[in-house]
């Protein structure tokens, strides 16, 4: 087993941000390849460097040797059977299931927060924040859905460790970069998710991912059209 990532850019990408948390934290070792965002136009360089790996265009992908695997989620869910001594779902088969149902939320809901509140780690928005909420009222909406989701899971949380199934899982990971979201635009959260926000913050992996986004010296202007220089 030899595991390569291919990511895109620290600071902006949520997708790719999940399966390598996940293998940081369960000390998983992979090399990294990042390919930078130019665009996603078919003649970008981003899309023609991986287009001889994979026919998706996307990003995650992780090969196990030369075998491919595109998606987040196809990624830990081929980690989790690969690693079963590891636990990346939770053990009990209800939790799992449980695990499982909220991992698919994020796979494929909540597209207004996805769509206003962009992921963008090293900048504060707290204006674009209030103004987002003021003006989209499903933003307003997902983002009580999601503390609802999570609290419920926080508060019947009989673990000493503060994550959503009890012990880091795959659900952790695919939350962590919305918690990012939130924190970067000072979204206001009840206190039980803002504690677990500070949790996912100071967690191993995450951290480094954290750190890494800031160190990154360059912004993409289809991102971020109007920012002149980082
Ligand atoms: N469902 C896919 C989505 C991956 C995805 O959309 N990745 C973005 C980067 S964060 C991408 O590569 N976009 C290129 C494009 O949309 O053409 C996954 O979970 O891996």
Request: contains cysteine; charged residues 25%; glycine residues 4%.
């Amino acid at each position: 087993m030899n595991y390569t990532l291919y990511i895109g850019n620290k600071n902006y990408s949520t997708w790719s941000m999940r399966p390598w948390i996940v293998m940081k934290y369960f000390d998983i070792p992979f090399n990294e390849k990042l390919v930078k965002f130019d665009s996603f136009d078919a003649g970008s360089l981003f899309k023609t460097t991986l287009s001889s790996i994979s026919k998706y265009g996307t990003v995650p992908i992780l090969m196990d040797d030369d075998f491919v695997i595109t998606d987040s989620l196809a990624i830990c869910e081929y980690l989790a059977e690969k690693h079963p001594d590891l636990a990346l779902w939770p053990t009990d088969i209800k939790r799992r299931a449980m695990a499982r149902s909220l991992v698919a939320k994020m796979h494929s809901g909540f597209p207004a927060i996805r769509n206003y509140l962009p992921m963008n780690i090293e900048a504060e928005f707290p204006e674009v924040g209030q103004i987002i909420l003021r003006d989209h009222s499903e933003v307003k909406n997902e983002i009580m859905l999601l503390d609802d989701l999570l609290s419920s899971l926080l508060i019947s949380n009989t673990s000493n460790q503060n994550y959503l199934f009890g012990d880091f899982s795959i659900a952790d990971g695919f939350y962590a970069p919305m918690c990012l979201r939130l924190k970067n635009y000072h979204i206001k959260t009840s206190s039980i998710l803002a504690d677990y926000i500070d949790t996912i913050c100071h967690t191993k992996g995450i951290k480094d991912w954290i750190s890494e986004a800031l160190k990154e010296q360059y912004f993409v202007v289809m991102d971020e059209p109007y920012r002149l220089h980082r």
